[in-house]
């Protein structure tokens, strides 16, 4: 029940920060958004929240099964952000056939990969090697 809610609780902290992010560099970078008009409901936010959701459940079974290299929390952390961050950047792959701007995908991939910073963070507290010596 703990990792389960471990899993929850960084889910929603990982979609808060990305909408709260994704308004921030919005704010800031009005001239280098994509001039896609497209209108966000409430069934995207959802979809959004459960596909979130399974990637950090998905996450959290890779790492249930090398967990014996993972035995301190910075190694949890960094194995987190390591593949969130691959995963923001193929995300953004199409930087080079789209009519995305180059600043605002690394600023999108930046700010994903500060998310998963915090994700990794918050999962390594519920997510714990039962081995001898792990911390």
């Known amino acids: 029940m703990k990792v389960f809610f471990g899993l929850l609780l960084t889910t929603l902290v990982n979609f808060s920060c990305g909408i709260v992010g994704f308004y921030l560099a919005g704010s800031f970078l009005v001239p280098f958004i994509p ?71 690394l600023v999108i991939i930046a700010g994903e990969s500060i998310n998963w910073l915090i994700t990794g963070y918050l999962l390594s507290k519920f997510v714990k090697p039962k081995h001898l010596g792990a911390l």
């Open 35 to 105: 001039q896609q008009q497209t209108i966000i409901t409430n069934y995207d936010y959802l979809w959004s929240f459960f596909l979130k959701f399974m990637v950090i459940l998905i996450l959290t079974w890779i790492m249930h099964r090398v967990m014996s290299m993972l035995d301190t929390p910075k190694k949890r952390i960094l194995f987190i952000f390591l593949l969130g961050s691959s995963f923001s950047i193929y995300n953004e792959v199409d930087i080079f056939w789209a009519n995305n701007s180059l600043t605002w995908s």
